[in-house]
């Protein structure tokens, strides 16, 4: 079976965000899911399914904009820009991200992902964008020449 539908499938499900969203991870995930980001790694869709609601639950506006797809057998990875608003990072403006996603389905259920790791700038996404820290990372990015 093609990954391609399974693909699809994760990105319209990350563009129709909303506050029940979380109670829909079934759809995507597989039970044993494993999630890793540059900041967490969550095991199981249960606790993912708390992880996003605690994520989320302040959470103004997130939007993702899909650029690049690739999959090859069971294998899968998506670009993105995310785009977020919260009202304790950048004072409630926008913050964009960009970020990539590497996706695993498992042979027996190739609709669902079982293994989501996703790759981004945990500064330029939180720590840039806080009232006390983000002069100090922006300043040390400088000075390392990114």
């Known amino acids: ?25 079934y759809e995507v995930y597989t039970e044993d899911v494993v999630f890793t980001d540059p900041l967490h790694h969550i095991q199981g869709r249960d606790a993912l399914e708390r992880y996003f609601h605690g994520l989320y639950e302040n959470v103004t506006e997130c939007s993702f904009d899909f ?43 190739p609709r669902r992902v079982c293994r989501h790791r996703d790759f981004f700038d945990a500064g330029a996404m939180l720590y840039e964008h806080l009232p006390i820290l983000g002069p100090t990372v922006r300043l040390l990015k400088r000075r390392l020449g990114e």
Not at 5 to 12: D, G, I, M, R, T
Not at 13 to 23: E, Q, R, S, V
Not at 75 to 96: D, F, K, N, Q, Y
């Open 1 to 25: 079976m093609s990954q391609e539908p399974a693909l699809e499938a994760f990105c319209a499900f990350f563009n129709k965000l909303d506050t029940t969203y979380t109670n829909k991870l």
């Open 67 to 109: 650029h690049d797809r690739l999959h090859q057998g069971n294998e899968a990875c998506v670009t993105w820009t995310m785009r977020l608003i919260h009202p304790r990072l950048a004072r409630g403006r926008p913050v964009s991200v960009d970020g990539c996603s590497r996706l695993s389905f498992p042979a027996e259920d």
